[in-house]
C-alpha cells in the first residue's frame, strides 16, 4: 500500500472482494440455517445431519452466486492485470534496452558463452563465475545482467535455483519499491483466489443438495404443505 503505486487501487479493489466475498458467504450461512425445521433433523445412514433446504433457498443462493461470483472474479482478474503490469515494470528495470536488436543478441549470447565458461571454483586465480556476477552486480552492468536472467538458466551455468536467486537480487536492486510491491501482490492474489473458491465451493455444496432425488421429494411434499396453507 505505497503512495502513488498502482498497487493501491489493486489493494483498494482486493479489500472490495473479500469483504463482498465475507458478506455472500454469510448469506448464505444465514439462509440455509433460517430454513432449516426447529425440530431435530434426520440422519443419513452416515450418521451425517440432513439439512433442509427448500425452492426459495436454491433460488436465492443460485441468484447470489451470478451476482457475487463474477463481480469477485472481475476483481481478481483487475488485480491480477495490475500485478502483470507491474512485473513487467520491475522486468525492464535490469533490461537491456538493445536486448532485441541484432546487436544486442549477439552481445547477450557472448556473455552467456563467458559467464558459463566461467569455473564455479577458484583455480589459478582466475574469476569464478560467481565472482563475475558479484561485480556485474556492483557495476550495475544492466547488460551482463539482462542477459544472464533473460535467458535459460542452463546457458550461463547456473542451476533453476541460482538463477531465480540472481533475479531477485536484480528486482531487489534495480526496482525495490515496485519489487516489494509484486511480493506483496503475489500473497493477496493466493488469498484471493482461495477466498473466491471457498465462496464457490460454499454455493456449490448447497445447490448439489438440490439435485439429491431425497431432498426433490421432501421439497415437493414442501410446496404441497406450503400450497394447502396458502389455500
Known sequence: ?????????????????????????????????????????????????????????????????????????KRYEFCKRTY???????????????????????????????VKALPEDAKDSKETRLAFLERAFKNQDVVTISAVLHAPPYLAGLTEEQHALWKERAEAAFA??????????????????????SLKARVDSVLARGCDPAVQARMKNYLAIKALRED
Do not use: C, W
Open 1 to 73: 500500500d505505497q503512495d502513488g503505486s498502482p498497487g493501491q487501487s489493486a489493494l483498494k479493489t482486493a479489500r472490495e472482494a473479500f469483504a463482498d466475498a465475507y458478506r455472500a458467504y454469510k448469506k448464505v450461512n444465514e439462509a440455509e440455517k433460517a430454513v432449516q425445521p426447529a425440530h431435530r433433523p434426520r440422519k443419513h445412514q452416515s450418521g451425517k445431519v440432513a439439512t433442509f433446504v427448500t425452492p426459495e433457498l436454491l433460488d436465492g443462493v443460485d441468484k447470489l452466486q451470478k451476482k457475487e461470483l463474477p463481480a469477485f472474479q
Open 84 to 114: 502483470e503490469q507491474l512485473q513487467k515494470s520491475v522486468t525492464s528495470a535490469f533490461t537491456d534496452a538493445d536486448r532485441d536488436s541484432p546487436h544486442g543478441i549477439a552481445r547477450a549470447q557472448a556473455i552467456l558463452a563467458h
Open 176 to 197: 525495490p519499491a515496485d519489487a516489494k510491491v509484486v511480493a506483496d501482490m503475489e500473497k493477496m492474489l493466493v488469498a484471493m483466489r482461495r477466498a473466491g473458491d
